[in-house]
């Protein structure tokens, strides 16, 4: 049965989810004529929203709460697993921040998504110590992939 704890940090996945889909646009600038540009924005800035949870608890900046890193480990687990998914059709746009070499070497772009999602699933969110050690790893693999095939620098900042 559900706590009342449960139904907070459930309503507050939710929300911050839906920010990231409202900040993928605010983000943006100019709205985007591709839904599925869009699409793949939103997925990304959902990804940032649960990193920058996950990152504010582990400097401390946070207090940190096992269920709610947990919720945030999930939902980064099923982003980095869609990632090949939203990024499969090459469509461009000028707000878009892909590169076109992302599709020209699909083969290892799709092999960093799929790093992304194994260092979303090691992430160990029992503890603040467990979350300190595994969440560098997640944020490296993000980097790696950014720096690369994303035309903007990364502005995620961890501390």
């Given at each position: ?6 139904f907070i940090?459930?309503?507050l ?20 004529s591709?839904?599925h540009?869009?699409k ?5 800035n959902?990804q ?8 504010s608890?582990?400097?401390?900046r946070?207090?940190?709460?096992a269920e709610?890193a947990t919720l945030q480990r999930?939902i980064?687990?099923?982003?980095t ?12 746009e ?7 070499i992302?599709?020209q070497?699909?083969?290892k772009?799709?092999?960093r998504?799929?790093i ?20 560098p790893?997640l ?16 502005s995620?900042i961890t501390?």
């Amino acid at each position: 049965m559900a706590t009342p704890r449960k139904f907070i940090l459930i309503g507050l996945v939710s929300f911050s989810s839906l920010l990231g889909l409202v900040g993928a646009q605010l983000d943006a600038g100019p709205r985007f004529s591709d839904k599925h540009v869009f699409k793949r924005a939103a997925l990304m800035n959902i990804q940032k929203t649960s990193l920058d949870t996950l990152s504010s608890m582990s400097s401390g900046r946070i207090v940190f709460d096992a269920e709610l890193a947990t919720l945030q480990r999930k939902i980064l687990m099923r982003a980095t697993r869609s990632i090949p998914k939203h990024f499969r059709r090459q469509r461009m746009e000028p707000n878009s921040n892909a590169r076109e070499i992302l599709w020209q070497q699909w083969p290892k772009f799709k092999a960093r998504a799929q790093i992304a999602n194994q260092m979303a699933k090691r992430l160990d969110t029992r503890s603040i110590t467990g979350l300190r050690s595994s969440l560098p790893d997640l944020i490296s693999a993000c980097h790696a992939c950014h720096s690369e095939y994303r035309r903007k620098p990364n502005s995620f900042i961890t501390h």
